[in-house]
């Protein structure tokens, strides 16, 4: 009888102390994605990329054992519904982690409730600093934010292309505000200034009477803070009105569909990027890229691999390390001291990851590419600030 006390004991205890979202056979995570909605196309891919990465693990015997479940809630891009999504995976389905969340605007509106429940959230699909800066316990950033992404396209302008006039375009929101803020942070330590800049609204239709003045001002560069359609719209009014300038634009337009509704306006278009492309004469990144895509097409035969679909295999191949470094006696803690460890990390689709006490931004390198022949051709390695 006393051995039977003993063991209820010791299950009431294992009980109590396991980790939310953590069990002997697997480990369950959430990601909130625009599955429907105006945004679907990029939530369903970013979902797509994340499940391609963790069924092959799974496939391959889990972490320690345990599979990986990937609970999707859809908010269609709705901060309002991000916030009840959330609540319900971290409250009722009781979650491990949130993985891999899209959407600036919903990142932020969630943010201080996963921090304040010490619920790790790792990798958002969002370009803002302030879900890094200031660095918070539980909110791991992989994406480069638009603060670095800015610095380093005036660094990149100036240092690479010999660039003094520059003119700035940018969505008035918070998107272009932080990337125009950034770009004349850099330029002050060259002591220069824009000599155009121009906050517009991305749901107009006509830029005509803002590219006018674009002509006057006479740039040698432009710095476009915008997303696909808008910056495309702009693309094709500055070309028509025959402003000849060098544009450079943010890696949220670094995407074959930017290219393919661009057609001949946009080649010769500088863009910022993060994951190396996957050409011949690189052939380290060609073979990782092909590796990815073995991976993805197991779970989505022939599919093509957007760049939504990397981010979300990027999501879900960091989250997975991070599980391998806390242990197979897994708590969120261990998995956010885990994720501290990380130094220049290379996985497969990742590149140059680096987190530590005091530091969520995940990404403080990006390259320069410039669309040639309807193709995206790397023109510089990683650089940072320095």
């Not at 105006?38 to 345990?66: C, D, H, L, T």
């Not at 995976?89 to 969630?110: M, N, P, Q, R, W």
């Not at 300038?245 to 661009?262: E, K, M």
């Not at 470094?325 to 460890?341: C, F, I, N, Q, S």
């Given at each position: 009888?006393?051995?039977?006390?003993?063991?209820?004991?010791?299950?009431?205890?294992?009980?109590?102390?396991?980790?939310?979202?953590?069990?002997?056979?697997?480990?369950?995570?959430?990601?909130?994605?625009?599955?429907?909605?105006?945004?679907?196309?990029?939530?369903?891919?970013?979902?797509?990329?994340?499940?391609?990465?963790?069924?092959?693990?799974?496939?391959?015997?889990?972490?320690?054992?345990?599979?990986?479940?990937?609970?999707?809630?859809?908010?269609?891009?709705?901060?309002?519904?991000?916030?009840?999504?959330?609540?319900?995976?971290?409250?009722?389905?009781?979650?491990?982690?949130?993985v891999g969340g899209l959407g600036t605007y919903g990142c932020l509106a969630v943010m201080d409730y996963l921090e304040q429940n010490k619920v790790p959230f790792v990798y958002q699909g969002a370009g803002t600093s302030l879900l890094v800066v200031p660095p918070k316990r539980y909110i791991f950033g992989v994406q480069p934010d638009y603060t670095l992404e800015g610095q380093l396209i005036a660094k990149f302008l100036v240092e690479n292309l010999g660039k003094?006039?520059?003119?700035?375009?940018?969505?008035?929101?918070?998107?272009?505000?932080?990337?125009?803020?950034?770009?004349?942070?850099?330029?002050?330590?060259?002591?220069?200034?824009?000599?155009?800049?121009?906050?517009?609204?991305?749901?107009?239709?006509?830029?005509?009477?803002?590219?006018?003045?674009?002509?006057?001002?006479?740039?040698?560069?432009?710095?476009?803070?915008?997303?696909?359609?808008?910056?495309?719209?702009?693309?094709?009014?500055?070309?028509?009105?025959?402003?000849?300038?060098?544009?450079?634009?943010?890696?949220?337009?670094?995407?074959?569909?930017?290219?393919?509704?661009?057609?001949?306006?946009?080649?010769?278009?500088?863009?910022?990027?993060?994951?190396?492309?996957?050409?011949?004469?690189?052939?380290?990144?060609?073979?990782?890229?092909?590796?990815?895509?073995?991976?993805?097409?197991?779970?989505?035969?022939?599919?093509?691999?957007?760049?939504?679909?990397?981010?979300?295999?990027?999501?879900?191949?960091?989250?997975?390390?991070?599980?391998?470094?806390?242990?197979?006696?897994?708590?969120?803690?261990?998995?956010?001291?885990?994720?501290?460890?990380?130094?220049?990390?290379?996985?497969?689709?990742?590149?140059?990851?680096?987190?530590?006490?005091?530091?969520?931004?995940?990404?403080?390198?990006?390259?320069?590419?410039?669309?040639?022949?309807?193709?995206?051709?790397?023109?510089?390695?990683?650089?940072?600030?320095?």
């Amino acid at each position: 009888m006393k051995r039977f006390a003993v063991l209820a004991l010791a299950l009431i205890v294992a009980l109590v102390f396991a980790e939310v979202g953590v069990y002997p056979d697997k480990i369950v995570v959430g990601t909130f994605q625009a599955l429907s909605g105006p945004y679907a196309i990029i939530g369903q891919e970013m979902s797509k990329g994340m499940q391609a990465y963790f069924n092959w693990v799974n496939k391959n015997g889990g972490v320690y054992g345990r599979k990986i479940e990937l609970i999707i809630a859809d908010d269609q891009l709705n901060p309002a519904k991000t916030v009840v999504e959330v609540k319900r995976l971290v409250e009722s389905d009781k979650v491990f982690a949130i993985v891999g969340g899209l959407g600036t605007y919903g990142c932020l509106a969630v943010m201080d409730y996963l921090e304040q429940n010490k619920v790790p959230f790792v990798y958002q699909g969002a370009g803002t600093s302030l879900l890094v800066v200031p660095p918070k316990r539980y909110i791991f950033g992989v994406q480069p934010d638009y603060t670095l992404e800015g610095q380093l396209i005036a660094k990149f302008l100036v240092e690479n292309l010999g660039k003094k006039r520059i003119a700035i375009l940018y969505m008035s929101n918070d998107v272009g505000e932080e990337g125009r803020a950034a770009v004349k942070l850099r330029l002050e330590k060259y002591n220069m200034k824009p000599v155009l800049e121009i906050g517009y609204n991305p749901a107009e239709t006509d830029y005509s009477a803002l590219a006018v003045r674009v002509l006057g001002a006479n740039p040698d560069a432009i710095v476009i803070y915008g997303f696909i359609t808008d910056t495309i719209r702009w693309i094709k009014t500055l070309r028509d009105y025959g402003v000849k300038s060098d544009i450079v634009s943010t890696y949220a337009n670094a995407d074959p569909s930017f290219i393919t509704l661009g057609g001949k306006y946009v080649e010769g278009v500088y863009l910022t990027g993060w994951v190396p492309l996957a050409t011949p004469d690189r052939p380290e990144f060609f073979r990782d890229y092909q590796r990815a895509v073995a991976i993805y097409q197991e779970t989505f035969p022939d599919a093509v691999m957007s760049s939504y679909a990397v981010a979300g295999f990027i999501a879900a191949e960091v989250f997975v390390e991070g599980l391998l470094r806390a242990g197979p006696d897994l708590t969120r803690e261990k998995l956010v001291e885990a994720l501290e460890t990380f130094k220049n990390w290379n996985g497969i689709l990742a590149k140059d990851i680096t987190w530590g006490p005091g530091q969520r931004r995940g990404k403080t390198t990006m390259y320069f590419m410039r669309i040639e022949n309807g193709m995206f051709v790397a023109k510089t390695d990683l650089i940072g600030l320095e």
